[in-house]
Structure formats: C-alpha cells, structure tokens
T-cell receptor, first 112, second 111 residues
Framework: EPEVTQTPSHQVTQMGQEVILRCVPISNHLYFYWYRQILGQKVEFLVSFYNNEISEKSEIFDDQFSVERPDGSNFTLKIRSTKLEDSAMYFC??????????FGQGTRLTVV | DQQVKQNSPSLSVQEGRISILNCDYTNSMFDYFLWYKKYPAEGPTFLISISSIKDKNEDGRFTVFLNKSAKHLSLHIVPSQPGDSAVYFCAASDSGNQFYFGTGTSLTVIP
C-alpha cells in the first residue's frame, strides 16, 4: 500500500541551526502539506503546495520556513534558523485532489 | 480562532459498546469533513470522510454523521474494540488547500 515516508524520524538540532525535513509523498498525489503538532497541542497547518508552488500558508509559516520539491519525488521543509519553540512533531501529507490527505509518520524535531 | 472544536479531550467506553466522538465547527464554508485516528509517535491515519451534500457515511464499524444546521459532526464506532484506543481528530476543509484540525479526543476502550 502506498504511503508517505518521512526522514529522519527524530532530529536534534542546536538553536539557530538550519534543518531540513524530508518527505516522499505518494507518487500520484498532487497536493502536499506540512503540519506540525507541538506536544500536547493540536495539529496545526503550516503550508500546502501544488503545481510547484505554495498554494496556502499559515501565520506560523514565516520567513524562517521554506518548502521545496527539488526532484519531483521529495518534498522538503527547511527551517533556516531554528528556535526552541520550533520543537514539535512535523507531519508531511499528500492528497490526490481536495480529498483525504495521507500523513507520514512524522519527524520529531527537538531544538536545544 | 479555532474553527474546529472537539470539546471532550477524553472518552472511556466498554468493549462492545458504542463510542461517540463529537466535533463542532464554526465555518459554514466547510464542505468536506474527515476523521483521523492517531497512535502515539505515529502520523494521523485517515478513517472516514463525509461531504457536505450527505448527512451520513458508513464504513464497517465506523459511521460519521453530519448535521449542517448545527455545524456538528460525530463519529460512531460500533462495536468498540480495545484496538480502537487512540486519539481521534476531526478535520474540515473548505475546498481550499488546508485541513483544519480539532484538538483531538483520546478514546480508551476498556476490555
């Protein structure tokens, strides 16, 4: 069964460092998303991506964040200068159209 | 501003009984609703969805009911099984490119 895969499963980084979270969406899907969940809080939308550009982004997705689909299969989230409050589970998801999104297992980002 | 709300953070049900998880929303433009199940340290898993043109959708033990006038949906699980113990998230979409999630309800099914 096709699935969304995310790497790494856990990333520890120093405050101020750049991190790149990687995702391989399901191959025939057209929409790609990043969500995050801070421990004990709700799942929050960050950004959606369609046709090689950002289609929507939330207030959380500021200039420190960027997304890229560098090679037609990977979908990456870059945080340029990490802050302590960026510590969270980051989930990548993909969907065929405006239908259910399928989520990856998540990357736990810990900023120290 | 929370557009999708799950007011019960937790629910305990005896095995074999019905579990009813509730969700309220505020945005009348939402036209697609989903339920996700999440185990610790895993990503949300899609369970069932419903379009706003319907008021009920059933898939095996899972049924979702939508009451548009009340801006309310619910997920019924019958019969509940211990493996159903997880956090359940309600989500909604307005034909845009994002899903709005509730805060989740932790379901415990007691054997």
């Amino acid at each position: 069964e096709p699935e969304v895969t995310q790497t790494p499963s856990h990333q520890v980084t120093q405050m101020g460092q750049e991190v790149i979270l990687r995702c391989v969406p399901i191959s025939n899907h057209l929409y790609f998303y990043w969500y995050r969940q801070i421990l004990g809080q709700k799942v929050e939308f960050l950004v959606s991506f369609y046709n090689n550009e950002i289609s929507e982004k939330s207030e959380i997705f500021d200039d420190q964040f960027s997304v890229e689909r560098p090679d037609g299969s990977n979908f990456t989230l870059k945080i340029r200068s990490t802050k302590l409050e960026d510590s969270a589970m980051y989930f990548c998801a993909s969907s065929e159209w405006n239908t259910e999104a399928f989520f990856g297992q998540g990357t736990r980002l810990t900023v120290v | 501003d929370q557009q999708v709300k799950q007011n019960s953070p937790s629910l305990s049900v005896q095995e074999g009984r019905i579990s009813i998880l509730n969700c309220d929303y505020t945005n009348s433009m939402f036209d697609y609703f989903l339920w996700y199940k999440k185990y610790p340290a895993e990503g949300p898993t899609f369970l069932i969805s419903i379009s706003s043109i319907k008021d009920k959708n059933e898939d095996g033990r899972f049924t979702v009911f939508l009451n548009k006038s009340a801006k309310h949906l619910s997920l019924h699980i019958v019969p509940s099984q211990p493996g159903d113990s997880a956090v359940y998230f309600c989500a909604a979409s307005d034909s845009g490119n994002q899903f709005y999630f509730g805060t989740g309800t932790s379901l415990t099914v007691i054997p």
